[in-house]
């Protein structure tokens, strides 16, 4: 019920042969039939080079696993090939990464190349936010350590490229905060502004020294 490599918008190119023609490095060549016979992909994962497409992975930047466990399992046929397809959450990566990855999310697993961190972690959250996806305690948790990687004054309209063959996002980064009982974890100043708790001063919840940039005391001004 997740069929996916699909070819949605009917241009006669599949899920899969878009997203390595999107994400080559060189112009990609392409066979009748849209089937990629050549280019240069580098994996965002872990910067293997390869231009053999064969050897290119396309990764579901959310695991279709972690997707039917989050909310997945209700939708309808439709909906859930329409998230498989979707090109947003598509990434080229090799296979070496794409097996380590697994179904994890990521408290579980994050790329080797620690400079994506932050892009990949933004692309989750809007994966998540895009199809209504919840997030678990842990998971939120592991993308707010990804996202300290980000720079400072990053948000939404304002962040690092995209990972390589998956469009900028478009949907605000929602608030990350804790369940009820515990200490609220804002992953950066637009998620504490989004929760109405902006600015935050030293010894509030939420308060964290990385939110504070001119260590005055008073978070997220």
Known sequence: EWR??????????DARAEALISASTEPAVVAPGCRVVAGEWVSPYDGVVSTDP???QIDHLVPLQDAF?????????PRRRLFANDPAGLVAVSGASNQSKGAQSPDEWRPADRSVWCPYALAWVDMKATYE?????AERDGLGRMLEDCPPGTTRDARPGP?????????????????LGTEPFYANCD????????????????????????ADGVACE
């Open 54 to 56: 064969g050897a290119v």
């Open 191 to 214: 998620a504490a502004r989004a929760a109405g708790v902006a600015p935050i001063r030293r010894g509030q919840p939420g308060y964290r020294e990385r939110l504070d940039g001119d």
């Open 69 to 77: 466990a989050s909310g997945g399992w209700r939708w309808d046929a």
């Open 4 to 13: 996916h490599w699909e070819d949605l918008d009917g241009d006669g190119c």
């Open 133 to 137: 996806l919840t997030v678990t305690t």
């Open 163 to 179: 990972l390589p063959g998956t469009p900028v996002p478009t949907v605000p980064v929602t608030p990350t905060t804790a369940p």
